[in-house]
């Protein structure tokens, strides 16, 4: 039974997500204030976390900043609708997703089911044979879903790193918004959604740039979609993507 952790001063609306949460198969439970939320995240023992941003005493980002220095855990953040600058700074702070207040419960439990149906998949899939990717000096061990810069790891979080896996698959092709909302973020594009581009922007500024090259290692094509750049002769391949529009 996956556990879910909400972190929410607003308790009327904690417990009505419990109750509703609980009637879907879940385990949950509710904290009040960001300091018992922070801790029970750290204790363990969660496999999904809601955390609402606005509390009248501590800081729900700060909260994340401190989870994710240390933690993998999936976070889904509830913010404002006129809360924009909020919600788009806690994606690049490494959450998984959001919803917006006020918010119908069937949204939010779409959105959880899945951020958990990623990482089930991911700790499910066949062990894969012992494939790297190299991509100049990134690593990417798809087996061990690790990645690595000059031998030191790059710590990303699960929707980083389904981005980049799809990328990768796709061995320099276009992969399009479409199919990478789809498959990253379990849902389609929307016009005002900026949740792919702050994703994408978050991976490309921790895969930096290609070694010995000024274009950024994901290359992207302005409103089609995203690509990953090789140099001649990683993993085999030519470049594919030399005069290839780029938004850098």
């Known amino acids: 039974m996956p556990r879910i952790l909400i972190v929410d001063d ?4 904690g417990e009505m997500l419990v109750r509703y949460l609980e ?3 879940f385990s949950a439970r509710i904290c ?3 300091s018992q939320g922070e801790e029970a995240a750290l204790g363990g023992g969660y496999d999904l976390l809601i955390l609402d941003l606005n509390f009248p005493r501590g800081n729900g980002l700060e909260a994340l900043a401190s989870i994710r220095s240390t933690s993998q855990l999936p976070v ?3 913010t404002g609708r006129c809360e924009q600058v909020d919600r788009i700074v806690g994606l690049e702070m490494g959450a998984d997703d959001y919803v917006l207040k006020p918010f119908d419960p069937r949204e939010l439990l779409a959105r959880v089911r899945s951020v958990l149906r990623r990482v089930t998949t991911a700790e499910a899939s066949p062990k894969r044979k012992p494939e790297i990717a190299v991509l100049g000096d990134v690593e990417v061990d798809r087996a061990g879903r690790r990645v690595t810069r000059a031998g030191e790891a790059i710590r990303l ?4 790193y389904a981005l980049l896996d799809l990328l990768v698959s796709a061995k320099g092709d276009v992969v ?5 909302s789809l498959e990253a973020l379990g849902r389609e594009t929307t016009p005002f959604d ?3 581009d702050v994703h994408m922007s978050n991976l490309r500024k921790k895969l930096g740039f ?3 090259h000024q274009e950024p290692l994901i290359g992207s094509v302005r409103g089609v979609g995203y690509y990953i750049r090789y140099k001649l002769g990683d993993n085999g391949d030519s470049p594919p993507n030399a005069a290839r529009e780029s938004d850098s």
């Not at 607003?10 to 609306?13: F, T, V």
């Not at 979080?157 to 980083?160: A, G, I, R, S």
């Open 10 to 13: 607003d308790l009327e609306l």
């Open 23 to 25: 009637a879907e198969g």
């Open 32 to 34: 009040e204030t960001v």
């Open 76 to 78: 889904i953040i509830l």
């Open 157 to 160: 979080t699960q929707t980083e």
């Open 176 to 180: 399009e918004r479409e199919e990478l």
């Open 194 to 196: 900026r949740s792919l």
């Open 210 to 212: 290609l070694d010995g």
